[in-house]
């Protein structure tokens, strides 16, 4: 875990609309190289959104990923996936799987669906120096 997520940092995030979630989710994954999900001995948890597309959650943060493990997920832990490794990989197999991606999601609320591209596409933006900097 490459940062330590505080109580009101983790309330701030927590009370933010889905689009404002998806730009911290977004801006925590460049700046530490990493998302989470959560596994169990079957692999990935994945949900269906709101529209019947399978998704699978990703998270910012371990500790936001845990807060989803409970009930039918209880059993699930959260795992890191490097950023190299999301892009590489993850990416490309759920573009043929046809699978979505709930960014950030919160037990309130399913987060932003969007296709695996549009993540990597805000991640390329964002990674993307500035010529004014």
């Not at 109580?7 to 998806?22: G, L, P, T, Y």
């Not at 977004?26 to 019947?52: A, F, K, P």
């Not at 990416?91 to 695996?116: K, S, W």
């Not at 964002?126 to 900097?133: E, I, L």
């Amino acid at each position: 875990m490459s940062y330590t997520l505080t109580e009101a940092d983790k309330a701030a995030a927590q009370s933010m609309r889905d689009d404002e979630r998806f730009n911290h989710f977004i801006s925590r994954v460049c700046e530490h190289d990493e998302l989470w999900i959560l596994t169990d001995e079957h692999g990935c948890m994945m949900l269906t959104s709101d529209d019947d597309e399978d998704c699978i959650p990703v998270w910012p943060h371990a500790d936001y990923a845990r807060e989803w493990a409970v009930d039918d997920w209880s059993q699930c832990k959260p795992e890191a996936i490097s950023l190299k490794v999301w892009q590489s990989r993850w990416v490309p197999g759920m573009e043929d799987d046809e699978l979505m991606v709930a960014v950030f999601p919160t037990p309130d609320a399913t987060g932003v669906v969007v296709e695996p591209g549009e993540v990597q596409e805000a991640i390329e933006r964002k990674k993307k120096p500035s010529r004014y900097n």
